[in-house]
Every structure is written in C-alpha cells, then in structure tokens.
C-alpha cells in the first residue's frame, strides 16, 4: 500500500527566506508525486506534479520539487517566500495504471509566514 | 478547468439522520472520488469510482456509501450521521493530465 509522510506539522518562514518542506513516501515503484495547496477556507490547487523523466519540476508561484528514489523524498522548495504563501501543503502519491488509481495524501504542512 | 459542482455546501444535522451529498461534473471524467478533511489528519479517501456503476472502497468507509448511476454525479450517502462524521467533504476527478481536481467541499455539521 502506499503512504506519504510531512515530518514537519507548522513551519514558520521570514518572507523573503527560502523555503523546503519534506515529504517522503512509500510505494513499491516509481509512483506519481503530486504537492498541493490549501489557502484557508479554500480547496485544493495543484503546485506541481511528477510522473517521469527529469527529477527536478517545476510548478506554479514560483514552486518547484526534486524527487530522489534513493530517500523516497519528494521536498518542495521556493527560493524566496511571499506572505501570499502563508496557507496549508499537502504531497500526495499515486500508484500508476489500474482501475484502481487513487491519490493517498499526507497531513499536511502549515506554513506560517512572518512579515 | 474541470466543473466540480458540490451540493450542498454546507449543512447541520441531527445523528442518526441520513444525508446525501452530491459532486457534479461537466467533463465526462471517468475517474471521482470523495474525500473526508479533518484537522491533523490530512484528506483521506472514503470512496471512489471508475466508472458508471464502479465503485471501490477507501481507507475511511465505514458508514459511508456511494453511488454513480451517470458519468456526471456521484453521490455520497452518510445512511445514519454520526457526530464522528463532522467534518469538510471534498469532491474531486481525475484530470486527463492524471492529477485530481478537486470541487470547493462541503461542511457537513452532525449534531
């Protein structure tokens, strides 16, 4: 089965600092990798997604991700945090192929930002 | 953009009622799913479907059951609430592009 894990519940950034949250997850193969975003009172945007090919992705506002197979880690970063950002992270995972596909996500990362 | 259409948005009810909540899509997405979002626990799936009449179990069923008799509507069905079952309900489909797209969720409130 598989599972993702956010080590870290609320982080708390500077606006201007750089930014990683972790994710690592557990699946048998290559899985499909997904980070979304949750403002407050709001659904769920996609930041950025992995499938194949080149391990470093690119995403919206300014996001992007590395997925290593060798730690099973799919981390978020962003250069230089805006107070925009301040809202809630999810990573999710994904089995590919089958009648059977569904997204297991993590519990999410809050992350705070400071003026 | 994929339409997601979540009815009703928010409700409050008694335990031991039933309630149903409907996801409405426009696309003709084979692939919906309803998911449950309760605070430290992240989103986590109760059902979903893959196709018209196929519907498959999640990790959080227990109390819960779906239906899809057409492409564009699947329904969830709580047969009696529980005040465990309080909590935001999201609708999502799954994209041709392979991520899920989710609707704006419903608050179910059970009293």
């Known amino acids: 089965a598989q599972s993702v894990t956010q080590p870290d519940i609320h982080i708390t950034v500077s606006e201007g600092a750089s930014l990683e949250l972790r994710c690592n997850y557990s699946y048998g193969a290559t899985p499909y990798l997904f980070w979304y975003v949750q403002s407050p009172g709001q659904g769920l945007q996609l930041l950025l997604k992995?499938?194949?090919?080149?391990?470093l992705v690119q995403g919206i506002k300014g996001f992007e991700a590395e997925f290593k197979r060798s730690q099973s880690s799919f981390n978020l970063r962003k250069p230089s945090v805006h107070w925009s950002d301040a809202a809630e992270y999810f990573c999710a995972v994904g089995a590919p192929g089958g009648s059977n596909y569904k997204l297991t996500f993590g519990k999410g990362t809050l992350l705070t930002v400071n003026p | 953009d994929a339409g997601i259409t979540q009815s009703p948005r928010h409700k409050v009810t008694e335990t031991g009622t039933p309630v149903t909540l409907r996801c409405h899509q426009t696309e003709n997405h084979r692939y919906m799913y309803w998911y449950r979002q309760d605070p430290g626990h992240g989103l986590r799936l109760i059902h979903y479907s893959y196709g018209v009449k196929d519907t498959d179990k999640g990790e959080v069923s227990d109390g819960y059951s779906v239906s899809r008799s057409k492409t564009e509507d699947f329904l969830l069905t709580l047969e009696s609430a529980t005040s465990s079952q309080t909590s935001v309900y999201f609708c999502?489909?799954?994209?041709?592009?392979?991520?899920?797209?989710f609707g704006e969720g419903s608050r179910l409130t059970v009293l």
């Open positions: 999502a489909i799954r994209t041709g592009t392979g991520e899920l797209f």
């Open positions: 992995y499938f194949s090919g080149d391990t």
